[in-house]
C-alpha cells in the first residue's frame, strides 16, 4: 500500500477540527511523514439504532487517514455498549441487553459507509469488542485495574459532581475505562480517535499500550458539535441529525442552528476553506444565506448536490415564501374519524398519545388554523383537509 505523505494534507489532518493530539502533534506529524502504514480505529457503542452528524465528525476524519492509505478499523462496541459509558453522566446509564446493542448496530456499517470506503484495497475492517472482552477472566480484568488509581477515577468531573450532589457511582462505571481503554491493546493498532469528550477513556488506552505492549499509541480527539449552551449534538441530548434523516429533514435541522454554530459546522463538517467565510461574516453577510450553504454542503455529501438544492427549495418554499409544497401526501379516508386517529394512521403521529400532546400543545393545523380540540373530527371529502404538523409535515385527507 503505497502512503501519501503530502505536508498539506497532513497538516489539514492534524489541524482541521482538531482539539488535541497525544502524546503531541509532533509525534505524530513524524509519524505521519515516514511513509509507513498506520493503523488506527473509531470505536462506537451501539447505544441508539442510528449514527448521527456527531459521529461524522470522528468518521471524516479517519476518512482522512484512509485517503492517505492507513489502516482503518471501525470498532463496534457491543460489550462495552452493555455496560455504559459514565462519560459527562450526572446519574448511571440504564444497562443494556446483548440483543439490543446488537439490534442497534445493525445498520452502523452501512449508516458509515456513506463517508467511510468499505471496498477498495484499503476497505475499512468492522470489529466488535465482545470478541476479546466477553472471553477474559476475572484475573485479567484485575491485571488490567492494576494500572489505575482510585483517585484517578474521582478526578473525572461528573464522577466530582456525583460526589458532590450525594449521587452513587457504581463500581462497573470504574471498569469502562478500562475496557475500553483494552480496545487498543486488542487490536494492537497504532492510534485512536474520537471525541475530546473521550478523551480520559482514550488516554486509559495510552496507558494500557505503553505498560502492556510497550507501545506510544497517539490520540486525536476531536471538537465536538455543540449548541449555544456547551451542550454537544448527540442522543442523550435529544437534538440529533441522524445519518438516516431525509435530505428535508437534515437540511431543516441545521437551519434551525443558531448562528453561533455556522463558522463551527463548516470547521467540523466540511471541507470548505474557513478564511473566506470568515471574511463574509466580517463583511456582515446574512447568517442565513451562510447557514443555508452550510446545510446544502452537508447534505450534498450524503444525498449529493441535485437532492441538496432541490431540499434547499423545497425549504425555501415553505419556509421563505411561507407557502404551501406543491407534492402533498394524500391520505384517503372512507368514514369520519377523529382527528388523532388521522394523525397516526397517517404516520403524522407515532402514537394516539403522542397525537394528543401534539394538539394540546398547539402544533397542528387544520386548513391553516390551529386545531384546539382533542375530539376534532375529520370528515372525508373530494376537496379534502390539510393538516399540518409544525413546520415542515403536510398530508391532505381525501374521501
Known sequence: ????????????????????????????????????????????????????????????????????????????????????????????????????????????????????????????????????????SFAEVIELAA??????????????????????????????????????????????????????????????MKAMKGKEKFVIANKLLEDPTGKKMGKSEGNIIRLSDSSDDMFGKIMSWTDGMILPGFEILTDIELEPIKKEMKNGINPRDLKARLAREIVSQYFGEKEAQEASDRFDQMFKEHETPENILEHKITSAMSLVDVLVDSGIAKSKSDARRLIEGGGVKLDGKIVEDLEQIIKPTKEGVLIQKGKRHFVRVIS
Open 1 to 136: 500500500m503505497t502512503i501519501d505523505t503530502d505536508p498539506k494534507k497532513i497538516e489539514t489532518l492534524l489541524t482541521r477540527g482538531v482539539e488535541n493530539i497525544f502524546p503531541s502533534r509532533e509525534f505524530l506529524e513524524t509519524r505521519l511523514k515516514e511513509g509507513k502504514q498506520l493503523s488506527l480505529y473509531l470505536g462506537i457503542d451501539p447505544t441508539g439504532p442510528d449514527l448521527h452528524i456527531g459521529h461524522s465528525i470522528q468518521l471524516r476524519k479517519l476518512r482522512q487517514f484512509q485517503d492517505l492509505g492507513h489502516k482503518i478499523i471501525l470498532l463496534i462496541g457491543d460489550f462495552t455498549g452493555m455496560i455504559g459509558d459514565p462519560t459527562d453522566k450526572s446519574a448511571t446509564r440504564v444497562r443494556l441487553t446483548r440483543e439490543q446493542v446488537l439490534k442497534n448496530a445493525e445498520k452502523y456499517k452501512e449508516q458509515a459507509g456513506k463517508i467511510l470506503d468499505f471496498g477498495g484495497k484499503n476497505s475499512v475492517e468492522l470489529k466488535y469488542n465482545s470478541e476479546w472482552l466477553g472471553k477474559m
Open 147 to 208: 494500572h489505575f488509581t482510585v483517585p484517578q477515577m474521582l478526578a473525572r468531573d461528573m464522577f466530582k459532581q456525583r460526589i458532590k450532589d450525594g449521587k452513587d457511582i457504581y463500581m462497573h462505571e470504574f471498569l469502562y475505562p478500562l475496557m475500553q481503554g483494552y480496545d487498543c491493546v486488542a487490536m494492537d493498532v497504532d492510534g485512536e480517535v474520537g471525541g475530546n469528550d473521550q478523551t480520559f477513556n482514550m488516554l486509559a488506552g495510552r496507558t494500557l
